[in-house]
């Protein structure tokens, strides 16, 4: 098992930033998928961003060059750079994990982002 916890959500003016993280404790060394889902409101939940084991990486176009997801290791803690920030990009925001030889989905609390002026 792994716990998951979310934090860095706010509000943030368009054009703004915002890094979130994802800190995970238990079995983190089986964790072989670690990425980023959200949700607006009246909309399905959407990857954003993901990460596998080994470092490869993939992003939804409509972030394509503008988040970056990035996993320390050392610190087992899952990160999401988000830079030139949209109202469109206003949702929340989940950690999500799965791990080798376990096909439960692992999902962290979520946190709040409000691209807003």
């Known amino acids: 098992q792994v716990q998951l916890v979310e934090s860095g959500g706010g509000l943030v003016q368009p054009g703004g930033s915002l890094r979130l993280s994802c800190a995970a404790s238990?079995?983190?060394?089986?964790?072989?998928?670690w990425d980023w889902y959200r949700q607006a409101p009246g909309k399905q939940r959407e990857v954003v961003a993901l990460?596998?084991?080994?470092?490869?990486?993939n992003y939804a176009d409509s972030v394509k060059g503008r988040f970056t997801i990035s996993r320390d290791n050392a610190k087992n803690t899952l990160r999401l750079q988000m830079n030139s920030l949209k109202p469109e990009d206003t949702a929340v925001y989940y950690c999500?994990?799965?791990?080798?030889?376990?096909?439960?989905?692992?999902w962290g609390q979520g946190t709040q982002v409000t691209v807003s002026s």
């Open positions: 990460t596998i084991s080994g470092g490869s990486t």
């Open positions: 238990g079995s983190i060394s089986g964790i072989y998928l």
């Open positions: 999500h994990a799965r791990l080798s030889r376990d096909p439960r989905d692992y």
